[in-house]
């Protein structure tokens, strides 16, 4: 679990090489950790080795009976949306945020899904609600779109929040 821990921390620090090690070392103390071989995939991705994010996302989907039902969620819709089968991704992060209302990560990947497939909207709604709950971009919605593929074009997040959270200022002013 301590090599969990500072591999989420690594890559939120964009230290990409020391999480995927930290995950391998969580992996090789426990093979069945499927979270940990998720976050090995995202370190993957982040250093441009795609193949081998596929080959960790793959060991993740086949231990994710190991994982919470939350975990399990995001994974398959993961590699749902890794395989091509984006609808499937879309209801799976669909279903991942109506069991687990705080979880923004699922609607942001289901607006990068929406965006894949050229949903009417382009995942926009879901977009919004995301930073209506949290307007902080965490995790990254660029860094969900190159975690699932996605290289188009995406919202200014800056322009987003400032919508959907007027600054005091101009609320006093109206």
Same mark, same amino acid.
């Given at each position: 679990m301590?090599?969990? #821990?500072q +591999?989420i *921390?690594?890559l939120?620090? %964009?230290?990409?090489r @020391?999480?995927g090690?930290?995950?391998?070392?969580?992996?090789?103390?426990?093979?069945?950790?499927?979270?940990?071989h998720r976050? &090995?995939? *995202?370190s993957?991705?982040?250093?441009g080795?795609?193949r081998? !994010?596929? %080959?960790a &996302?793959?060991? !993740?989907? @086949?231990?994710s009976?190991h994982?919470? @039902?939350?975990?399990r969620l995001?994974?398959?819709?993961?590699?749902?949306?890794?395989?091509g089968?984006l609808? /499937?991704?879309a &209801?799976? =992060?669909d @279903? &991942?945020?109506?069991?687990h209302?705080? /979880?923004?990560?699922?609607?942001?990947?289901? !607006?990068?899904?929406?965006?894949m497939?050229? !949903?009417?909207? +382009? +995942?926009? %709604?879901?977009?919004?609600?995301?930073?209506?709950?949290?307007? =902080?971009?965490?995790?990254?919605?660029t860094?969900?779109?190159?975690?699932?593929?996605?290289d %188009?074009?995406? $919202?200014? #997040?800056?322009?987003?929040?400032a919508?959907?959270h $007027?600054? $005091?200022?101009?609320?006093?002013a109206?």
């Amino acid at each position: 679990m301590n090599a969990y #821990v500072q +591999g989420i *921390e690594h890559l939120r620090a %964009g230290r990409f090489r @020391e999480a995927g090690l930290a995950a391998r070392e969580a992996t090789r103390h426990d093979s069945t950790f499927s979270v940990a071989h998720r976050l &090995l995939a *995202e370190s993957f991705v982040r250093r441009g080795m795609r193949r081998r !994010a596929r %080959g960790a &996302l793959e060991a !993740a989907i @086949e231990t994710s009976d190991h994982a919470t @039902e939350r975990e399990r969620l995001r994974i398959l819709g993961d590699w749902l949306a890794w395989t091509g089968r984006l609808s /499937d991704a879309a &209801l799976t =992060y669909d @279903e &991942l945020f109506n069991r687990h209302r705080d /979880d923004v990560g699922a609607l942001r990947s289901q !607006a990068v899904v929406q965006r894949m497939v050229g !949903a009417l909207g +382009g +995942g926009g %709604g879901n977009l919004r609600v995301s930073y209506s709950i949290d307007r =902080y971009d965490w995790p990254r919605l660029t860094s969900i779109a190159r975690y699932l593929g996605y290289d %188009g074009s995406l $919202p200014d #997040v800056d322009s987003l929040v400032a919508s959907i959270h $007027p600054s $005091p200022a101009l609320d006093s002013a109206q």
